[in-house]
């Protein structure tokens, strides 16, 4: 496997993912918690840089592109773009039935959100 890997750090707190792997639910319901807790950090440090709005695609782009170019696989970004854009819809609506911005979505809402999607 290549060392590309071996620098990453994540956004999301150890804490945080101490807790979901206490959580009695499946494997891969912690993993996706675990990858939406990440998306929803990653949108809210894009966000300190834009005044504290959600980010539009075209910053979203950007930071994918950056994040490519990290890893020298510039074809990623596209990908990495959908699927972030795809956790950014589930966050949206989420959040509008919810009545929260979707910045302030914690780890609980995200629970309930995953919980709804079985």
């Given at each position: 496997?290549?060392?590309?890997?071996?620098?990453?750090?994540?956004?999301?707190?150890?804490?945080?993912?101490?807790?979901?792997?206490?959580?009695?639910?499946?494997?891969?319901?912690?993993?996706?918690?675990k990858?939406?807790?990440h998306?929803?950090?990653?949108?809210?440090?894009?966000?300190?840089?834009?005044?504290?709005?959600?980010?539009?695609?075209?910053?979203?782009?950007?930071?994918?592109?950056?994040?490519?170019?990290?890893?020298?696989?510039?074809?990623?970004?596209?990908?990495?773009?959908?699927?972030?854009?795809?956790?950014?819809?589930?966050?949206?609506?989420?959040?509008?039935?919810?009545?929260?911005?979707?910045?302030?979505?914690?780890?609980?809402?995200?629970?309930?959100?995953?919980?709804?999607?079985?």
């Open positions: 496997m290549s060392n590309q890997f071996n620098s990453f750090v994540s956004p999301v707190k150890k804490e945080v993912v101490d807790q979901i792997e206490r959580l009695d639910l499946s494997t891969l319901q912690k993993l996706h918690l990858l939406l807790s998306c929803l950090e990653v949108f809210k440090d894009i966000s300190l840089n834009n005044a504290g709005e959600f980010p539009n695609d075209i910053l979203l782009k950007s930071w994918c592109e950056n994040e490519a170019k990290k890893l020298k696989d510039e074809s990623f970004s596209m990908l990495l773009f959908e699927q972030m854009n795809a956790a950014a819809i589930k966050f949206h609506d989420y959040a509008q039935k919810t009545g929260k911005y979707v910045l302030d979505l914690n780890l609980d809402d995200l629970i309930e959100l995953i919980s709804l999607e079985i």
